[in-house]
T-cell receptor
């Protein structure tokens, strides 16, 4: 059972380059998320998709775009990478999104370590 | 934005000792979750607490939700090296009505 799969595992970019982080889940979950994790900052939500066909901004969306390609796949794109986007990126999924977030049990991928030089 | 403060940030103990880490906020949460993250991996959900005063046990781990639903604690009895990891608490709803994460408690258990 693969769960949430992220590619690539590691990536080095130069400032201004673009790239897309891929994420796929095989748990038939409706909701998917992209987080970044930085030392001393914890996990911060970039974008999420409550269901196929919808996307919403999270806490730190600037400089990123997302695409919910289908129910399984949710990609994160950096159009013009900046050093401030150096981070570890995590994709996650959950069965549902609720108003109170009470039932949002998140399943995370193993992350993408991105360095922007 | 609701803020979750976790303390201590870092804790190193010997195998067999007990430890407690804390997750505190000035805001009330509908629920609170604890995740454990190992190096190079994503967080893994351990438990969700919903009711004020609730206590849940997972083998040697005991989780408690404060009566006022503003804080939580995680107690590990007779810690093992396999308990080493970053423990994250997450409360809902936070900003954007999604889960808000604390910065984590880094626990190192020395054999």
């Amino acid at each position: 059972n693969a769960g949430v799969t992220q590619t690539p595992k590691f990536q080095v970019l130069k400032t201004g380059q673009s790239m897309t982080l891929q994420c796929a889940q095989d748990m038939n979950h409706n909701s998917m998320y992209w987080y970044r994790q930085d030392p001393g900052m914890g996990l911060r939500l970039i974008y999420y998709s409550a269901s196929e066909g919808t996307t919403d901004k999270g806490e730190v969306p600037n400089g990123y775009n997302v695409s919910r390609l289908n129910k399984r796949e949710f990609s994160l794109r950096l159009e013009s990478a900046a050093p401030s986007q150096t981070s570890v990126y995590f994709c996650a999924s959950s069965e549902v999104v609720t108003v109170t977030a009470t039932n949002e049990k998140l399943f995370f991928g193993s992350g993408t370590q991105l360095s922007v030089l | 934005t609701q803020l979750l403060e976790q303390s201590p940030q870092f804790l190193s103990i010997q195998e067999g000792e007990n430890l407690t880490v804390y997750c505190n906020s000035s805001s009330v949460f509908s629920s609170l979750q604890w995740y454990r993250q190992e190096p190079g991996e994503g967080p893994v959900l351990l438990v969700t607490v919903v009711t004020g005063g609730e206590v849940k046990k997972l083998k040697r781990l005991t989780f408690q939700f404060g009566d006022a639903r503003k804080d939580s604690s995680l107690h590990i009895t007779a810690a093992q090296p396999g308990d080493t990891g970053l423990y994250l608490c997450a409360g809902g709803p936070g900003g954007n009505n999604r889960l808000a994460f604390g910065k984590g408690n880094q626990v190192v258990v020395i054999p």
